[in-house]
């Protein structure tokens, strides 16, 4: 059983690569991962087919499509549904790795962080020392759009809070909140699976999405029940919805804040991580270019 730091304030590592591979959630594609050690604080992704390019550090700049996923423009690459990879990184405590790609897309393995936290595990961890986060400035950030919000509050630690409304009786009003630490992240957050509606298939896979999706890696809801049960939850798809929140907060560093999203989306969090950035420079280096 795998022994995971008790909090946030080390940086860690890896202390060995580990490869995944698998269907994109979006684009149906294979792809493939290597995680590794790096020896520079943020995640840095290289391609696998073109290893002579320098490596260019992930950001909250580098958001370019926020529907269903969080994608990212790197030099002239994309890179699709990042979340999930980024939050098992940041939950179970890495602040630090090298992310090899091959392919447009993270693959979606089960439709949860979990996969990912085995890879980590399988891979271990090595101690960098403190881990230097600076705490956010004394007034809280909010961010709207629509009827969702996301807020930031200044705190000592990491607290993670979301709440969904949908008006499909199988979830209907959810609320879920945690102080984050790397043993309660593995516990309660990374095995919640990315959900959807059977309802909108026909009109998603038209607009050229979820062409991954399958009933092994999404929840599929139908109203009043779900179509391929059990849940790991009872309250699994808000669970999700913190897995997201934090996958996309990765981008910018782990704050010490208090934050909430109600009705929350990649294009909420995804500028909460831009405004922490503009908040605490520090928590955000500056992309290398070519």
Same mark, same amino acid.
Request: hydrophobic fraction near 45%; charged fraction near 20%.
């Given at each position: 059983?795998?022994?995971? $730091?008790?909090?946030?304030?080390?940086?860690?590592? =890896?202390?060995?690569?580990?490869?995944?591979?698998?269907? *994109?959630?979006?684009?149906?594609?294979?792809?493939?991962?290597?995680?590794?050690?790096?020896?520079?604080?943020?995640?840095?992704? *290289?391609?696998?087919?073109?290893?002579?390019?320098?490596?260019?550090?992930? %950001?909250?700049?580098?958001?370019?499509?926020?529907?269903?996923?969080?994608?990212?423009?790197?030099?002239?690459?994309?890179?699709?549904?990042?979340?999930?990879?980024? !939050?098992?990184?940041?939950?179970?405590?890495?602040?630090?790795?090298?992310?090899?790609?091959?392919?447009?897309?993270?693959?979606?393995?089960? %439709?949860? %962080?979990?996969?990912?936290?085995?890879?980590?595990?399988?891979?271990?961890?090595?101690?960098?020392?403190?881990?230097?986060?600076?705490?956010?400035?004394?007034?809280?950030?909010?961010?709207?759009?629509?009827?969702?919000?996301?807020?930031?509050?200044?705190?000592?630690?990491?607290?993670?809070?979301?709440?969904?409304?949908?008006?499909? !009786?199988?979830?209907?009003?959810?609320?879920?909140?945690?102080?984050?630490?790397?043993?309660?992240?593995?516990?309660?957050?990374? $095995?919640?699976?990315?959900?959807?509606?059977?309802?909108?298939?026909?009109?998603?896979?038209?607009?050229?999405?979820?062409?991954? *999706?399958?009933?092994?890696?999404?929840?599929?809801?139908? *109203?009043?029940?779900?179509?391929?049960?059990?849940?790991?939850?009872?309250?699994?798809?808000?669970?999700?919805?913190?897995?997201? =929140? =934090?996958?996309?907060?990765?981008?910018?560093?782990?704050?010490?804040?208090?934050?909430?999203?109600?009705?929350?989306?990649?294009?909420?969090?995804?500028?909460?991580?831009?405004?922490?950035?503009?908040?605490? $420079?520090?928590?955000?280096?500056?992309?290398?270019?070519?």
């Amino acid at each position: 059983m795998t022994t995971w $730091p008790s909090d946030y304030r080390q940086a860690w590592t =890896l202390r060995s690569s580990v490869e995944r591979s698998g269907v *994109g959630l979006h684009s149906g594609a294979v792809s493939r991962v290597r995680l590794g050690p790096s020896e520079r604080p943020g995640y840095w992704l *290289g391609w696998l087919d073109a290893p002579d390019l320098p490596l260019q550090r992930l %950001g909250p700049t580098q958001v370019s499509d926020t529907r269903l996923c969080t994608c990212l423009q790197v030099g002239d690459r994309r890179l699709a549904t990042v979340e999930h990879l980024l !939050a098992a990184l940041a939950g179970t405590g890495v602040s630090q790795a090298e992310l090899w790609v091959e392919g447009e897309e993270i693959p979606l393995l089960d %439709g949860s %962080g979990l996969p990912w936290v085995d890879a980590i595990a399988e891979a271990g961890l090595s101690d960098r020392g403190e881990r230097v986060e600076p705490a956010l400035p004394p007034l809280p950030l909010t961010l709207g759009q629509g009827l969702g919000f996301v807020a930031a509050l200044p705190n000592d630690r990491l607290r993670l809070a979301a709440a969904i409304e949908f008006p499909q !009786a199988a979830i209907g009003r959810q609320l879920y909140a945690l102080d984050l630490t790397p043993e309660s992240f593995v516990s309660e957050i990374a $095995p919640a699976r990315t959900f959807g509606f059977r309802d909108q298939v026909e009109q998603l896979l038209a607009a050229g999405l979820i062409r991954g *999706g399958a009933l092994d890696n999404a929840l599929v809801c139908d *109203g009043d029940d779900w179509v391929n049960p059990p849940l790991r939850f009872v309250d699994e798809p808000v669970r999700h919805k913190l897995l997201d =929140l =934090l996958g996309d907060l990765a981008l910018v560093g782990l704050p010490r804040a208090h934050v909430f999203a109600y009705r929350g989306s990649h294009g909420l969090h995804t500028a909460m991580a831009a405004a922490l950035a503009a908040q605490a $420079p520090r928590l955000s280096v500056p992309v290398p270019t070519h």
